[in-house]
């Protein structure tokens, strides 16, 4: 089995995650730009305030994803407070088209999860512009923040789909991490958005994040 982390930190601290992690093992990692969402003094969030991210994607196995997640951890236990945030992603979920878009509906009915100290990490894909109207509508419903960017593909006839979605350069990808109790009406509540009431606008699906951490100095 295999475990995707994933790092939220200031920009161009994205090279401090994927050294930390290959260190202990991890063959490498990925880097991308965002932008946060997040109000000050908000703890259940994924982007900590409205300033340029560096989202660091890092797989490996699970029999060393422990060294990895400490390595990472001791790297920035020095660094400002609230540099960062640190979870991951079983891989297996996060992969599985048709089970996360299962599981978005069944949150949004109110579908119970049996640990009550989990996250959820809420992704919702919309046409470009449409990420902050998303964002909005969590808040209200609960969510601190999130952090939103820009999704690209090929843009040519004939693309892969993801989700039953093509991926071209005008879309924007919004993620959120929530306790797994507030997940049911914040995907309601972006559902219920007119701009998800159109077939091919958006998606929404949802994945577990395990071992939520904030970083930094405490």
């Known amino acids: 089995m295999f475990k995707l982390i994933v790092s939220i930190v200031p920009h161009d601290s994205g090279e401090l995650i994927t ?3 290959a260190s ?17 003094n908000i703890i259940q969030l994924l982007g900590l305030g409205d300033t340029s991210k560096d989202i660091a994607y890092v797989i490996v196995d699970d029999s060393i994803y422990e060294d990895v997640r400490s390595e990472i951890i001791l ?5 400002k407070k609230s540099f960062g945030v640190l979870f991951s992603v079983d891989l297996g979920e996060f992969i599985k088209a048709g089970d996360a878009e299962s599981k978005a509906a069944t949150l949004a009915a109110g579908g119970n999860m049996a640990n009550e100290d989990s996250y959820q990490m809420i992704n919702v894909i919309v046409n470009k512009g449409y990420a902050d109207d998303a964002m909005a509508a969590a ?5 601190g923040g999130g952090t939103i960017m820009s999704a ?6 004939g693309d892969a789909k993801f989700l039953g979605m ?17 997940a049911p009406q914040i995907v309601q509540a972006i559902k219920e958005l007119p701009c998800m009431q159109k077939a091919g606008s958006g998606i929404i699906f949802c994945n577990e994040a395990h071992g939520f951490t904030l970083l930094g100095k405490n």
């Open 139 to 143: 808040r209200k419903a609960g969510a």
């Open 24 to 40: 202990k093992g991890a063959g490498g990692g990925t880097i991308m730009m965002a932008r946060g969402t997040a109000q000050s």
């Open 75 to 79: 790297r920035t236990e020095n660094k």
């Open 166 to 182: 093509e991926i071209v350069p005008e879309k924007d990808l919004l993620m959120i991490v929530v306790p797994t109790e507030k």
């Open 19 to 21: 050294s930390a992690a």
């Open 152 to 157: 690209r593909g090929t843009a040519k006839e």
